[in-house]
């Protein structure tokens, strides 16, 4: 099949083009690190025209992030050109929102919970699945990077709060199989929108967290600080899949080892 994946050199992106691209799959990176702008709707439907189907990853991804152009800009009118592509090529794409979406509290989550409403209400083939914390190796985003780079560099994890921040997550490998899974409805013709659920494999407090990266990195001091996110404290997947992360955090700590 040909494939697009908008934020291909992201991340998840970068990891799933490589995925899609050994089960033979012809795969366009459509990154703005190659001029090519989700924002622009030409650009992106050009792109629907020559691909089967589309996973759409680009989006500005921060939670602290207070400039509210760059993120409606690239997280907004970005899935609205995607899903106008979309209906006019009747081409199918699975779109990765954000947990956040459900309860948002920043203007990151925000733009997560207008996109999912545009999709709604949209007749286009576009589906969509809430991710939790992705973790795997080479990472730089997220308090799990953050407190791996921490251990690594200092000896050291700050844990916010009184180590009672409760997250759920789940591997980059892993959330890609789930993207991988849904070429079989591309290849059965399904083209519906819908919400797929949210994508979690464990769940467990910043506390325990910390606890699992210092396995990985010897003689770390582990100590709490007065400091709250601009998520809820609370904020997981009810019916996690049960998927070991110790793997993920492993890679993750060698990454930033080497």
Not at 116 to 140: H, M, Y
Not at 212 to 231: D, G, M, R
């Amino acid at each position: 099949m040909d494939i697009l994946v908008t934020g291909g050199n992201g991340f998840i992106g970068s990891k799933l083009i490589d995925k899609l691209t050994k089960e033979g799959h012809n795969v366009e990176n459509f990154d703005i690190k190659f001029d090519k702008n989700v924002c622009e709707y030409n650009v992106v439907l050009d792109a629907f025209q020559r691909n089967d189907c589309a996973f759409h990853l680009a989006a500005v991804a921060d939670v602290w992030k207070t400039d509210k152009s760059a993120l409606f800009d690239s997280n907004i009118m970005g899935v609205r050109n995607i899903e106008k592509a979309s209906e006019v090529t009747d081409t199918p794409v699975m779109f990765t929102s954000s947990i956040t979406a459900k309860n948002p509290t920043n203007l990151y989550a925000e733009t997560k919970f207008i996109a999912e409403k545009i999709l709604k209400d949209s007749q286009a083939p576009v589906s969509w699945i809430r991710l939790s914390n992705v973790i795997g190796a080479n990472t730089n985003k997220g308090q799990v990077a953050a407190m791996v780079e921490q251990a690594v560099s200092n000896n050291k994890i700050e844990v916010w709060g009184e180590g009672e921040i409760k997250r759920s997550y789940v591997t980059v490998e892993r959330v890609c199989e789930i993207l991988f899974t849904h070429l079989e409805d591309y290849k059965s013709d399904k083209r519906q929108t819908e919400f797929c659920g949210e994508i979690g494999s464990q769940t467990m407090t910043n506390l325990e967290m910390a606890r699992l990266i210092s396995k990985y990195v010897p003689n770390v001091e582990i100590e709490c600080i007065p400091k709250t996110p601009p998520s809820p404290k609370e904020l997981y997947v009810e019916n996690t899949d049960g998927r070991d992360i110790t793997d993920g955090v492993e890679k993750l700590v060698n990454s930033k080892q080497t």
